[in-house]
């Protein structure tokens, strides 16, 4: 089992900055890649973006390419959303999740049902 814990969330002016959280704990060790996700009030939930766990890799839904930034602390098993240039339309509730390392989901990250864990969700909202 792996257990995500997010921070971060909170109020933040147009065109401000924020840093989200998710701290992995459990078996850490087995995880493949970790994602960010986010859904606003009756919307569908959409990706945000993910990273390798093993690589570093990086994935972006082209409404936060070149705002949004990915990264792990592979000592602390912690992945950072670095969110710059927010706008009004970023406001959401930011979940995290987990895919664990020979999952078989032959899923791609974009995908909700590529991951295994999930974090409790952090409200960010954006003022204009």
């Known amino acids: 089992q792996v257990q995500l814990v997010e921070s971060g969330g909170g109020l933040v002016q147009a065109g401000g900055s924020l840093r989200l959280s998710c701290a992995a704990s459990?078996?850490?060790?087995?995880?493949?890649?970790m994602g960010w996700f986010r859904q606003a009030p009756g919307k569908e939930r959409e990706f945000v973006g993910a990273?390798?766990?093993?690589?570093?890799?990086?994935y972006y839904a082209d409404s936060v390419k070149g705002r949004f930034t990915i990264s792990r602390d592979n000592a602390k098993n912690t992945m950072y959303l670095q969110m710059n240039s927010l706008k009004p339309e970023d406001t959401a509730v930011y979940y995290c999740?987990?895919?664990?390392?020979?999952?078989?989901?032959?899923?791609?990250?974009?995908?909700?049902?590529?991951?295994?864990?999930w974090g409790q969700g952090t409200q960010v909202t954006v003022s204009s």
């Open positions: 459990g078996r850490t060790f087995s995880v493949y890649a």
């Open positions: 990273i390798r766990w093993i690589g570093g890799n990086t």
């Open positions: 999740a987990a895919e664990k390392d020979f999952s078989g989901s032959y899923l791609p990250l974009s995908r909700q049902r590529a991951y295994d864990y």
